[in-house]
């Protein structure tokens, strides 16, 4: 027999989770209901520190986003302030930003499970208590799961830009999604979205300048300034590695 076969991984039987204490496959079903989402369900490889980590730090820092009942953030958060940050990515800039701001509690919700191993593994490095990691889709976090006016914030930096036309509909940044996202924040709670894909910088734009519900916390409309509190993410570097130029929207809850 070939030394590679001796060593070989069992293979997991079909259905059975590949992190039986950490993240749930699609914990909410959500696969399977008709609707237009602004991920790709994907199988990504996980490397052996992420998988650790999922595996011993998942039950204390992590959370499915089962959609079953409304989470107490007071006491998820130890009574912190709560910013909601979807599409974290890998995780890097949310444990800085989480790390610069210890008064500040941040939910951080994707989809992508080697992230999701990546950002506990950087919260535990650097000791963070103020981060929790929620796994699954984040409409159906806001539809099912926070209370209304439960948030100080939410952040979305550069969200899947969906640059083919037929396929803008996934764009995250649209009415329905704004509407959604306004109840579950506190009036004068800022939603701060970034993106180096002009023709999207353009439409966020366009949608939240309309929106009864934000308005632009730059008195004279436009594009803010980049807040100094924004660190550089992963898709921000290949952005601007184009060329792309980046810009920041800060729009406050009406
Ligand atoms: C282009 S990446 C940007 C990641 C990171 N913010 C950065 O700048 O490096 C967008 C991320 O959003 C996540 N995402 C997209 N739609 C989502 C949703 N509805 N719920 C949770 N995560 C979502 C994707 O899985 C992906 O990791």
Redesign the pocket.
């Known amino acids: 027999m070939s030394e590679s076969r001796e060593t070989a991984v069992p293979r997991r039987p079909k259905g059975e989770p590949r992190f039986p204490e950490g993240p749930a496959p699609d914990p909410a079903g959500s696969h399977f209901e008709r609707r237009i989402?602004?991920?790709?369900p994907?199988r990504s490889r996980v490397t052996p520190g992420q998988g650790d980590a999922l595996r011993r730090l998942w039950g204390a820092w992590g959370l499915d986003?089962d959609g079953q009942r409304t989470l107490d953030l007071g006491e998820l958060f130890g009574g912190l302030p709560v910013v909601l940050?979807?599409?974290?990515?890998?995780?890097?800039?949310?444990a800085q930003m989480a790390a610069d701001d210890p008064s500040t509690g941040i939910l951080a919700?994707?989809?992508?499970t080697p992230?999701q191993g990546n950002l506990l593994s950087l919260a535990e490095k650097a000791g963070l208590t103020n981060v929790r990691v929620?796994n699954?889709?984040?409409?159906?976090?806001l539809r099912e799961m926070l209370a209304p006016d439960a948030l100080d914030g939410v952040r979305?930096?550069?969200?899947?830009?969906w640059p083919k036309k037929r396929h803008h509909k996934r764009r995250?940044i649209q009415p329905e999604f704004l509407s959604l996202v306004a109840t579950r924040m506190k009036p004068g709670a800022v939603l701060h979205c970034?993106t180096d894909w002009e023709p999207y910088a353009e439409q966020m734009l366009d949608v939240l300048t309309a929106h009864p519900d934000f308005e632009n916390t730059v008195p004279d409309g436009g594009y803010a300034p980049r807040p100094a509190f924004r660190p550089l993410?992963?898709?921000?570097?290949?952005g601007l590695d184009k060329g792309h130029v980046v810009h920041d929207l800060l729009f406050a809850r009406v």
Do not use: K, N
Request: without cysteine; glycine residues 14%.
């Open positions: 989402r602004s991920f790709q994907r986003i940050e979807i599409g974290f990515g890998m995780g890097e800039a949310t919700v994707d989809v992508h992230g929620a699954g889709d984040a409409i159906i976090l979305v930096y550069f969200p899947d830009p995250l970034a993410t992963r898709f921000e570097g290949q």
